[in-house]
């Protein structure tokens, strides 16, 4: 079974820091895109951040960029989220993705992790 497992989410004041990790098993993401989503209650599963396999061109939403940075580690099948300058509408469940495709008006994504809930307070 394809397993991607979330940590590292919590309660954080606005300006502080946490580092999201996804652990995957079942299958290793050879060639293939990782990254995280964000889901605030009420609201659309919004795009966060993507690497690809070989680590250049990591791709970053506007509302992020600057703040967050992903990576990954091949060999460990496991990708990050470290995010910084943190802001109350940053308040969400962090999703990993694997195996994300971007279609040009959409993403293909195949494999989600449980989710991981982030909030930031004011």
């Known amino acids: 079974q394809v397993q991607l497992v979330e940590s590292g989410g919590g309660l954080v004041q606005a300006g502080g820091y946490l580092r999201l990790s996804c652990a995957a098993s079942g299958h290793t993401f050879t060639g293939t895109n990782m990254g995280w989503f964000r889901q605030a209650p009420g609201k659309e599963r919004d795009f966060v951040a993507t690497?690809?396999?070989?680590?250049?061109?990591?791709f970053y939403a506007d509302s992020v960029k600057g703040r967050f940075t992903i990576s990954r580690d091949n060999a460990k099948n496991t990708v990050y989220l470290q995010m910084n300058s943190l802001k109350p509408e940053d308040t969400a469940v962090y999703y990993c993705?694997?195996?994300?495709?971007?279609?040009?008006?959409?993403?293909?994504?195949?494999?989600w992790g449980q989710g991981t809930q982030v909030t930031v307070s004011s």
């Open positions: 690497i690809t396999w070989s680590r250049d061109n990591p």
């Open positions: 993705a694997a195996e994300a495709v971007n279609f040009g008006t959409y993403w293909q994504v195949n494999y």
